[in-house]
């Protein structure tokens, strides 16, 4: 598995991070971002949009926490951005029929994984881990299975 470790001392630079992990992303993986609330989790969705649909889906990106779902679509390419923090509060376990939304080239992104037993399947994964060092500085690591080439971005930690 590759591992990939960075502080970013700004919002703007875990964007900019972000994007540059969604620009080498293909269609189809899952984004699963785990961390505490607050720590960046929506921004760092609204860069993997920036890399993966460019700058004009920016605009869109805003947490899902009452809806659960957002899909932002550009470039013939769609992003399915889940968050799954008040499934939590629901008793909600299971994730059966989710993301049944989600087409089979949609990327994916999951906030709040570990809320549910099923996460979507037979897709290639990304884990985004966050952790709030200080007021806008951030942990952010990155792991990759082996069959996952996402070239000279991930390095050891």
């Known amino acids: 598995m590759g591992r990939y470790r960075r502080v970013t001392d700004s919002c703007e630079e875990t964007i900019d991070l972000a994007a540059k992990l969604g620009h080498l992303l293909i269609p189809g993986m899952v984004v699963l971002l785990s961390g505490d609330y607050g720590a960046g989790k929506t921004e760092f969705v609204r860069g993997i949009v920036q890399g993966f649909l460019g700058e004009t889906a920016v605009g869109q990106v805003a947490s899902p926490s009452f809806s659960l779902l957002h899909v932002y679509e550009a470039m013939g390419r769609r992003v399915c951005h889940y968050d799954l923090y008040r499934l939590e509060t629901m ?19 999951v906030e709040w994984p570990e809320v549910v037993n099923l996460l979507p399947q037979f ?24 069959d996952c080439d996402l070239g000279f971005f991930m390095g050891k930690d």
Request: aromatic share 2%.
């Open 91 to 109: 008793h909600v376990k299971s994730g059966e029929g989710l993301f049944q939304d989600a087409e089979e080239e949609d990327l994916i992104c």
């Open 123 to 146: 897709r290639k994964s990304v884990c985004v881990h966050m952790c709030l060092l200080a007021d806008s500085q951030r942990e952010v690591v990155i792991e990759v299975a082996e």
